[in-house]
């Protein structure tokens, strides 16, 4: 996507408002095929969007402003998911301290939804930047600031456990 230059004529706003007119759909279907709460969804893209218009003096000299900010929701999701996970494993705990997961896995055949949210966090992002968005494992490699053999190996491990929770056979 190229990028508006900002004359005396545009605001920063009206850029911002153009970017997320033209790629908040898709943003927001990366947060919802990452993420693992739907009901923030909405909001993390709503807050890489006001990222993106407080640093719009810099991000609007960027080739792809667009990676910049699914590159930003991606961290805000592993951000959450980070501070989520202590506070689920200590009620975890105090709920039966014999109990370690909330929900057993049914044996109804799941979803490539909910076998996405049963991946690793790093692997459902390499997965769903690669085949939701389409981006090579280049560009993955660069939006995430991790080697190219790092996306490969989680890609090949998240292709694997899909496997095995997409098949009829998958006994839980």
Do not use: C
């Not at 890489?48 to 961290?75: D, F, G, I």
């Amino acid at each position: 996507m190229s990028t508006r230059v900002t004359t005396p004529e545009t605001r920063p706003a009206d850029d911002v408002a153009a970017l997320y007119k033209a790629s908040s759909r898709k943003l927001l279907g990366l947060v919802l095929a990452v993420g693992d709460n739907p009901a923030d969804a909405e909001d993390i893209v709503h807050e890489a969007y006001a990222r993106l218009l407080m640093s719009w003096h810099r991000v609007s000299r960027y080739e792809n402003p667009e990676a910049w900010l699914r590159t930003v929701a991606v961290r805000i999701i592993i951000s959450r998911h980070r501070r989520r996970r202590p506070a689920a494993q200590a009620l975890a705990l105090l709920r039966n301290s014999s109990a370690r997961f909330a929900d057993e896995p049914s044996p109804e055949p799941v979803t490539v939804l909910e076998a996405l949210h049963r991946l690793p966090l790093p692997h459902r992002v390499v997965v769903v930047m690669h085949y939701y968005l389409d981006l090579d494992v280049a560009t993955i490699s660069k939006e995430l600031d991790i080697p190219v053999g790092t996306v490969k190996s989680r890609l090949g491990r998240a292709r694997s456990e899909l496997g095995i929770l997409l098949t009829e056979e998958y006994q839980p």
